[in-house]
């Protein structure tokens, strides 16, 4: 019991620590009241250093990441059918969650009138499609309100750097570099209970307890609906890997993951058990040894839920309706990034909370509002996306070896 204890304490420290100084900051607003500005300048500290910091970052970690991808050129129909499954469960999700904030918008009746709030020139998908992924001159990259162009272009040079091969002096630079940054950022984050209880403070003390009543409405939507995507999404995934019995498989053998995940807040973490659930369930081996791996990294339905539940948040907030397809879309495509790609990457949450804020026009006064939704909502979402890459791969072995995978690997078993 004391290792248990121990163990949930050394994984859950952090988060609790800045949840604290959160709540730390919001009282001392509660009480100061207008008084509490005086404390803004040290709030403003922290997001300057996590915004300039943020730019080379994405660069050199996604190029890193994506250098060292092109080494998995085996098992391609795999790969395909593991790359589609996580982005079709992955657009479920954004849809479930874009109706569930709709039905009970997390933010409604509160508006923060923050002076750098604009709500951004109207344009047309077309063109804020171009505008979000292209940039007409390469300095506007070093720009964190061209997140999404800067993710692109990084792709792209991440993917000719592997191409050289896998022993060369820019991926190693690369990687040496990518390592660097998340030292710099762990390093920033060392000043975030302080940043962020000075900036609740200040933000609650004009503000007042709107703003805390707005958490609470994100949370009771998220917690519960998290809950019902569980037992209905994974229901309905699990039948179509295999039927009545892959849904009874998976829920019989999914208990360990799931404590094991919300114990450990990583799905990383949560691979071991993961892996034993797979073959209790009977996924073939090489394809759990494949799926599962990647899924830790790159399949994020919980986020894909945070995601949404973030933008609509911050739309509530800034008085901005959340309506609209050309919203909904790039809404849809943002989650999608940040629980699909983004996901792979060292610090991915950082920058899905970053692009949220660049491309749906927000202030950066917005990032610690959104990054503290992270931290409520990261149990839940990491149960869901650690469960997620059992089911996945559940779905892959149906599609890789037919209707009928269960009842071959029975009798491969037997025999």
Known sequence: MYLIRTSLWKNYRFPVILIASIFVGSITGLLMGEKAR?????????????????????????????????????????????LLTFLVTGLIAAVVIIVAVKIFPPASGVEIALESA?????????????????????????????????????????????????????????????????????????????????????????????????????????????VVYFFAAFALYSWFAGGKKGVRLFFVNILPPAVTSLATQSSIATLPVNFDAADRIGVSKDISGIVLPIGATMHMDGSVLAAVLKISFLYGIFGKDFSGIDTYIVAVVIAILSGVVLSGVPGGGLVGEMLIVSLMNFPPEAFPLIA???????????????????????????????????????LSKST
């Open 118 to 226: 604009t709500a951004g020139e109207r344009v047309s998908l077309s063109q804020r499609i171009v505008n979000a992924v292209t940039v007409n001159d390469f300095s506007l990259l070093l720009s964190r309100s061209n997140m999404l162009a800067l993710i692109v272009f990084s792709v792209m040079f991440g993917y000719c750097t592997g191409c050289i091969g896998e022993d060369n002096i820019v991926a190693r630079g690369l990687e040496s570099l990518s390592n660097v940054m998340m030292k710099l950022v762990n390093l920033i984050m060392l000043y975030a209970p302080v940043g962020l209880c000075a900036y609740f403070a200040s933000l609650t003390g004009q503000f007042g307890p709107q703003l805390l009543g707005a958490y609470g409405r994100a949370m009771i939507l998220y917690y519960p609906l998290c």
């Open 38 to 82: 005086i404390l803004a300048p040290l709030g403003d500290i922290f997001l300057n250093l996590m915004f300039t910091a943020v730019v080379p970052l994405v660069f050199v970690t996604i190029s890193s990441a994506v250098g060292n991808m092109t080494n998995m050129k085996r098992l391609g129909k795999i790969l395909g059918y593991m």
């Open 372 to 410: 503290t939704i992270g931290f409520l909502v990261d149990p839940p979402a990491t149960c869901l996306n650690a469960c997620g890459d059992t089911v996945a791969s559940m779905i892959v072995n149906r599609l890789t070896d037919g209707k009928e995978w269960l009842e071959k690997h029975n």
